[in-house]
């Protein structure tokens, strides 16, 4: 019997929950120190202990993943702990295209693919010295906001990068990816493609809530000008966010096009879940400036269903369980081959 398992972090919950309720067995790769936090949990059938989440590459894990028959699906924690040549050197069937993972941890790739997707991007700064308006500092990766600072001079940027070195949030040699700062309203567009039905779904939005930018956005603005501390862009969790309708299209098209572009350069495409992240501008502007190329964990929000799946399939499903359902499906196809890598 197929079983789905997933690494002890980020939308675990989440995944091994509607696997379940797709009648799958489940299994947990979990840090020892987890343990009990989901032990607490019924719908977990199985739990591999292991010290650090690098030992899913072990033969231990890779052989108990075998006769479990496991489709390991891959998140945020997966991407943020393992390298890029770790993840493709993984045995287990990986949900999805474990191969497009590089492309959402590298920034250049990342860079590539949303422009051959023809989303709006802010500009990149390649040298701190041609700042001149408001610019995001960002690391490489999934590092989730944190160590992220916004500067609107060389000199800002200068100090505030000496700064974090010095406090030991980033390394000193890190390469740092410099982005035109956009306002407006963010949005976080979680989508899944369907290799099986060849259909691409929207599954809903949310936001995020980063710390501790969002506390100093609430203090006055001689205080924050005063304040001594560089804000960070730590997640802290995620709230739901809907749409206006009339962005619907837009929506679509986006993750249409994304989707067609990523066929085109990394095969075999953009299968499963991901997530296109941005603001849109006072005139519903969308800019993108990153996407997640596996499930997000904003969609945690809706583990009893997202409204827009309800209308699409006219019952309560999360991602976890859309995830599943796919599984669940070419596997009595016998084509576990067509959504796996
Ligand atoms: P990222 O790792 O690219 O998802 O960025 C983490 C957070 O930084 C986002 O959730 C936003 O709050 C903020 N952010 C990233 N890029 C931009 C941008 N170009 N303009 C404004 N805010 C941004």
Not at 53 to 64: H, M, P
Request: aromatic share 8%; hydrophobic share 35%.
């Amino acid at each position: 019997m197929t079983s789905v398992a997933t690494l002890g972090s980020h939308c675990a919950l989440q995944v091994l929950k509607g696997a379940k309720e797709e009648g799958l067995k489940t299994v947990l790769i979990c840090e020892k120190k987890r343990e009990s936090l989901y032990q607490r949990f019924p719908f977990i059938d199985e739990m591999l202990i292991v010290d650090s989440f690098k030992e899913t590459l072990d033969e231990r894990c890779q052989k108990a993943l075998e006769r479990c028959d496991s489709v390991l699906v891959p998140h945020g924690t997966l991407v943020a702990q393992l390298s890029s040549a770790e993840i493709k050197s993984i045995k287990t069937p990986v949900f999805g295209n474990k191969h497009i993972l590089e492309w959402e941890s590298d920034r250049k790739l990342k860079e590539r693919l949303m422009q051959e997707a023809g989303l709006d991007i802010p500009g990149a700064i390649k040298d701190p010295k041609d700042i001149t308006e408001p610019v995001i500092v960002k690391r490489q990766g999934a590092a989730g906001g944190k160590g992220y600072f916004v500067a609107s001079s060389k000199k800002e940027y200068d100090e505030k990068r000496v700064r974090l070195v010095s406090d030991g949030v980033i390394a000193e040699n890190e390469e740092l990816y410099i982005q035109e700062y956009v306002s407006g309203v963010l949005a976080y567009l979680q989508y899944f493609y369907s290799p099986l039905r060849e259909e691409l779904e929207f599954f809903g939005a949310d936001q995020r809530h980063e710390s501790d930018i969002e506390g100093l956005a609430r203090m006055p603005a001689d205080q924050q000008l005063g304040s001594k501390k560089t804000p960070s862009f730590n997640v802290i969790g995620n709230s739901p966010l809907v749409l206006r309708e009339s962005l619907l299209e837009k929506v679509y098209e986006m993750g249409e096009n994304f989707v067609d572009a990523a066929k085109r350069l990394v095969s075999p495409g953009m299968n499963g879940p991901f997530c296109i992240e941005g603001v849109y501008d006072e005139n519903a502007k969308f800019s993108s400036f990153e996407f997640s190329a596996r499930i997000v964990a904003g969609t945690n929000i809706y583990t009893d269903g997202s409204p827009y799946y309800s209308m699409l399939f006219g019952e309560q499903m999360s991602m976890g369980k859309r995830i599943a359902r796919e599984i669940r499906t070419a596997a009595e196809s016998g084509s576990l081959d067509k959504i796996t890598t």
